[in-house]
């Protein structure tokens, strides 16, 4: 019973859809637009977040829990954020169901219990939170204010897809007060590190940091730096954003402090987050026709152990000696499935693994354990391999750290060759339709030329990247003159 | 500058309250019946759910997300459940904002974005989980299926308090599959047994199992069972309950499995929370009237080290041996605060760490230094102890031991010398104003008598406790005859 998936030629579109669902990744629920996270799926979403928090609190910042609503009057206060969002705000309205008269069993909403104020279900939450710190601050002692949430948050998007754009998602978010503007930049920068070397190190996903276009930008912020990634399909995907606020959100909801010398002055801010968006970028990045592929940092299992019985001969024996290897392994940190179910054959199993993207799998039969060996075969490779029992858990680890760095080594090589200069309009829009990838192309600079371009070519700047060169040029729509080149891409 | 706590004596719910907000555990929102979870508090409900966790997976149990919202059609499926929990629903109506044309810069509900069906933000999930599960299983060979979900819920009550009852709060929710009633009985029975291990050995907090009466069960449950606790103000405290649910939610949702000889049946089930309610009852089981006091087993911060600076004189010194102890003590697991902060004298750190409940103070002078000892302080008994610096880790870590033995035998001895049999009218209704706590007591077995015991005295039947022992007597209320005693009390 091997499960079909579509191949990323013949669609890559369900080629995608066909991994999360029949990789136990996640399921569509009966909620418009929300979706359900499979054990498989939030195993992964958990070894993401231990790392990212991990990093969080090694940099200072704690975790702390704000509420799921905002109320209408705080939601507006910032303009330019609720203007941002007020399009696709899921609104609370009343407290309570009663039975409905009209239908037994069925229940209605008393329109008795109208809430006096509408609750907006946060989109994200600088509202509620600015509100809050408004009482935490008074003076430069209180800064900087290092605070992070791991959140549930509601945007309603109209088209929606599987982990890269759902209505409900998960995320964290984080939120910080500083006392001056230099410092609240170097933070919104260190943030965007931090998130490069999670994508880089950890998911084995190389990413360009830059900074957005104001048309780009977060509502409300000042500037928005960002990383962006390259899928397999040749589009660009935005894999976290982190804001420098100006003292926007402090004036919106007066938020001032007395600094050294007893002068009062708003408070600078910073926001910052990455989401479950973050397990689609993964499918999308290093996935094959055969299923997933996990990057052995963040794998949920990372070595899979496949008895292969002869009937009930010496069965025992072979589960002894599994068990054994398993231990070992854990004993090193290695999380390990020694897969004893018997329903299943070898060759359902390792199918099953394929699609699961465990990076290694190991087979163990009698003949195996008479010679002292073992089978281990590479997902990202194939490659198969028949080692020694001996010594066996050093080398397992060298194997992952191999693995994990060939599966960057691909990405980036594919990533880098997906790079192009375009010089002229005809060029650009070539490239895009027959290269994709990145477009490196000078613009002028206005909202109205990016507008255009991205009407007539559906591709966007994703971002002027960090350190970017500068060089004389004309834009590749307008002609006008231009000091740098820009990354256009189309985009998830 | 030290914070006023209200004693017990004076105002026990707002001593409660006090040390709520000034120990930095939690703040008020903006948002009615909301809290914000402050990072002190955040990082005690992070140990709690760290440890919770651990025991969930080692008994079988993984993690999954499922959505917030629960569809009205879904929500009214089971009915007991439904009409449970119609009364505090919070409700979205609408899905977009639009400028108010009457007030620039407002927002207002767009009436053209009306849901088609309400949503209901989920109370509790098993409606919007067992409509999944009806996908997920088919035969005995799919069960039983164990899974959490870590999750914010809202119930619209009218009169919360911080962490006690807020209309939005933090849990996690299990809800497990099964292909017989005796299997569902039994992990219903073992998440009470993980509960009531939390409670005890990290907690420090003596519970008692039980099971609830009729009027008390979950809405929807065949039985609840549940751990009662015993606050210092004398009133019990529910903290966790874990459900048999029998198959009504697989008949609501129409979730049935083919058994090994092919029969089909209804799939039997089990839920079971806690919540950060938990913080509460920690505040309330322990505290005193000089602020927190928590169980070094979950508390954030085991031990604080306090430099004593005279001037300058030395500072780097101290500074480095501080760092030294620190270091030793986080090598060995302990989460250790060392704080340099200069701004604040000794005397001021002191009471702040009181207050905050640090089980082991270790303050260390420039004369402490000369003589190799410091002073170390018990948070529980006060204990003042001069310890040498030699072997001090292994000290400090029985030292912890002690600290949660001891807070743990205070609370059973207070709870023990408060369960008391009252065998009359009149005796029950002195014992509950007089002395409070559990009375043990015997009840005709109905509901109305509950009731009515219950308008006339504020006291609850928290439940019958497990393996409680038959005995012959006379309801205390009715006289009707009576078979095991069951427990009252009042309750937050």
Redesign the interface.
């Known amino acids: 019973m091997s499960k079909e998936i579509t191949s990323r030629q013949q669609d890559y579109s369900q080629w995608y859809n066909d991994l999360v669902i029949k990789g136990n990744l996640a399921?569509y629920?009966?909620?418009r637009g929300?979706?359900?996270?499979?054990?498989y799926g939030?195993?992964l979403?958990?070894k993401m977040q231990a790392q990212l928090d991990r990093m969080f609190k090694d940099t200072g910042h704690?975790?702390?829990?704000?509420?799921?609503?905002?109320?209408?009057s705080?939601?507006?206060a910032e303009?330019k954020n609720?203007e941002g969002f007020?399009?696709?705000?899921?609104?609370?309205?009343?407290?309570?169901?009663?039975?409905d008269p009209s239908a037994k069993?069925?229940?209605m909403?008393d329109p008795e219990a109208k809430l006096e104020e509408?609750?907006?279900?946060r989109p994200t939450s600088e509202a509620?939170i600015w509100?809050?710190y408004k009482?935490?601050i008074q003076s430069y002692?209180d800064l900087p204010l290092l605070?992070n949430q791991w959140?549930?948050v509601?945007r309603?998007e109209m088209r929606t897809r599987l982990f890269l754009r759902t209505a409900?998602f998960?995320w964290q978010e984080g939120h910080t007060a500083h006392a001056t503007g230099e410092e609240a930049v170097k933070e919104a920068e260190l943030m965007l590190d931090i998130y490069a070397e999670f994508a880089e190190k950890y998911m084995a996903l190389p990413v360009i940091r830059g900074v957005k276009t104001e048309s780009e930008r977060f509502a409300g912020a000042i500037d928005t730096y960002c990383i962006e990634a390259l899928m397999q399909d040749g589009k660009a995907l935005q894999a976290g954003t982190s804001h420098f606020l100006g003292q926007n959100f402090a004036r919106a909801f007066d938020v001032k402090f007395s600094d050294k010398d007893n002068k009062l002055d708003y408070v600078w801010a910073t926001s910052w987050g990455v989401s479950t968006r973050l397990v689609g970028a993964l499918v999308m990045a290093h996935s094959d026709d055969d299923g997933l592929i996990m990057p052995p940092k963040i794998a949920p299992i990372q070595v899979v152990i496949v008895p292969i019985y002869k009937g009930n001969d010496k069965k025992d024996l072979l589960d002894g000696k599994g068990q054994e290897l398993a231990s070992q392994l854990k004993s090193r940190g290695i999380s390990v499935k020694f897969d004893q179910n018997d329903?299943a054959r070898p060759g359902w199993k390792f199918a099953e693994y394929e699609l699961k993207g465990v990076p290694l799998r190991i087979a163990m039969g009698l003949r195996d354990i008479e010679s002292g060996t073992v089978e281990v075969v590479r997902r990202d490779t194939r490659e198969k391999m028949v080692m020694s029992l001996e010594g066996l858990t050093e080398k397992i680890i060298t194997l992952l750290d191999n693995i994990q760095e060939n599966i960057y080594q691909k990405a980036l090589t594919y990533r880098d060759s997906r790079i192009t200069k375009a010089d002229n309009w005809a060029e650009f829009v070539r490239l895009l339709d027959e290269k994709g990838g990145f477009i490196s192309a000078h613009w002028d600079g206005t909202p109205e030329t990016e507008q255009t371009i991205q009407e007539k070519t559906k591709a966007t700047i994703r971002c002027i990247p960090l350190n970017n060169p500068l060089e004389e040029g004309n834009c590749i729509f307008s002609g006008k003159p231009s000091q740098q080149r820009v990354l256009f891409a189309r985009a998830y």
């Open positions: 399921d629920s009966a909620v929300c979706m359900v996270i499979k054990p939030f195993s979403w958990e704690e975790n702390a829990y704000f509420p799921l609503f905002v109320p209408k705080l939601f507006e303009e609720a007020a399009k696709e705000c899921a609104v609370v309205t009343h407290y309570r169901l009663i039975s069993g069925r229940l909403v509408e609750l907006i279900i509620i509100n809050t009482n935490w002692r605070i959140a549930n509601v309603w409900e998960l329903n």
